[in-house]
């Protein structure tokens, strides 16, 4: 489970610090690249020269290398990771991250990363049952971080209680148990739509939308890293992404995504249609630009586009599924089930674009989702990749 995973291991001023070898140890036998980010505290009590050795990478400490001035990012360290785990992490440093209080590399690196971080409080009985620790715990789970309970027993201090790290075996017993729940889409293969279509009406001139394919990029994503093969057919965005478990397929037009999705869906278990097609074209694009006229007005003859979700829903198989989307102004929940029964599909998310901060070329979205027997449930305003998440669930409890 742990093969290839990219950690980000952070240590901290603790005596429980020398654990931080031991972790090491087992994640590098499982295959996992361990990216070590000490504070100055931690440095007390561990030398980098012993977790570098073991990590086979230079540890890091400082904002810039002391010998040529080069700068630690920060940034692309927190992008890098697929998790952050702060073993053993002390009141102070818990105290930071709670309070956003970047005065060493490795909170800046927990502000950056966007990975799930995993934190391991080691302290005295007397630290962690403070209120002040507690409610910082209290912050820290709020913010999605995952607290390793520590465990009772005998501390430095020689009392005995709860505030003892968690075993290095234990919290890689938890990491190991996140990412195979984390790829419970191992084996699928998903197909998904994006951004929107461009109806060429001449060389230099065309229809379509303000679809910006944010969402379904985001739903790719989740997708991959939950073990999918994704098939991502893209329409013209800015959108980048990169995962060995993404085939991109870049379009332009409807037509050109139909051919794609259609080629690609029969042996997909699932398809996700998020792209927002345009529902025409022009009937005869120009070969050559169209010349301002002197006067007169002009007019584009204009005929459907295929319905790529309704053309899936004809073909779709009882083993293979179909989400779709809907982007209404009025009358949303009647027109998202006219649209769910009319594309076959097994359920529609809905935005309404009345919501604030909902739709198109927005990071945040808010839906409804809507299943085949009319249940409808309702979310809170989320970021896209939250909302991502959200609707691979749903699609997880029907593919599994
Ligand atoms: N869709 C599609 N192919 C099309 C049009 C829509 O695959 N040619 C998909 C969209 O990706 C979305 C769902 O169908 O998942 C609903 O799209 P929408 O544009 O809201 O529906 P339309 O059928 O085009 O209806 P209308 O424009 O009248 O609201």
């Known amino acids: ?30 295959g996992a690249k361990v990216q070590v980010v000490i504070t100055p505290a931690g440095k007390e009590f561990i030398t980098p020269l ?11 400490s400082e904002f810039f290398s002391n010998r040529d001035g080069t700068w630690n990012s920060h940034v692309d360290l927190g992008l890098w990771a697929d998790a952050m785990l702060i073993a053993p992490a002390t009141a102070a440093t818990i105290g930071k991250m709670a309070n956003g209080i970047a005065d060493n590399m490795l909170i800046t690196t927990y502000l950056s990363c966007k990975a799930p971080v995993f934190v391991a409080p080691a302290m005295d009985l007397d630290m962690f049952a403070h ?18 309970e520590p465990a009772e027993g005998e501390l430095a201090s020689h009392l005995t209680g709860k505030g003892r790290m968690e075993e290095p075996e234990n919290i890689i017993r938890i990491l190991e148990h996140f990412f195979k729940e984390k790829e419970d889409l191992q084996k699928k293969k998903i197909v998904i739509t994006a951004g929107p279509t461009y109806e ?36 013209p965005v800015a959108e980048l992404i990169s995962h060995p478990n993404i085939t991109r ?3 332009e037009s409807a037509d050109q995504m139909y051919e794609a999705a ?37 007019s584009l003859q204009l005929t459907p586009n295929k319905d790529i979700a309704a053309s899936l829903g004809a073909i779709k198989k009882d083993n293979q599924f179909l989400v779709g989307f809907a982007l209404e102004t009025n009358n949303e929940e009647v027109h998202a089930i006219d649209k769910l029964k009319r594309k076959n599909l097994d359920f529609i998310v809905l935005n309404s674009l009345r919501e604030k901060g909902a739709g198109f070329r927005y990071d945040t979205n808010k839906i409804s989702v809507i299943d085949k027997d009319g249940a409808v449930s309702h979310y809170p305003l989320k970021t896209k990749q939250e909302v991502a998440s959200d609707i691979v669930d749903k699609l997880a409890t029907l593919l599994l």
């Open 1 to 30: 489970m742990l093969k290839g995973k990219n950690i980000i291991l952070g240590v901290t001023g603790s005596i429980a610090a020398y654990k931080a070898a031991y972790l090491i140890r087992g994640l590098v036998k499982r």
């Open 50 to 60: 012993t977790l570098s050795t073991l990590s086979g990478a230079p540890v890091i």
């Open 131 to 148: 209120p002040s620790t507690q409610q910082n715990l209290e912050r820290l789970r709020g913010f999605g971080n995952r607290i390793i």
């Open 200 to 235: 060429k009406i001449d060389p230099v001139r065309f229809i379509g939308n303000y679809s910006s394919g944010k969402m379904g990029f985001a739903l790719a994503k989740v997708c991959a890293e939950r073990g999918a093969e994704v098939i991502l057919i893209a329409g």
């Open 249 to 251: 397929v870049d379009v």
């Open 262 to 298: 259609m080629a690609t869906f029969p042996d997909a278990n699932a398809a996700i249609l998020c792209a927002a097609v345009a529902d025409y074209k022009p009937i005869h694009p120009r070969e050559e630009k169209i010349k301002r006229e002197v006067s007169g007005e002009l």
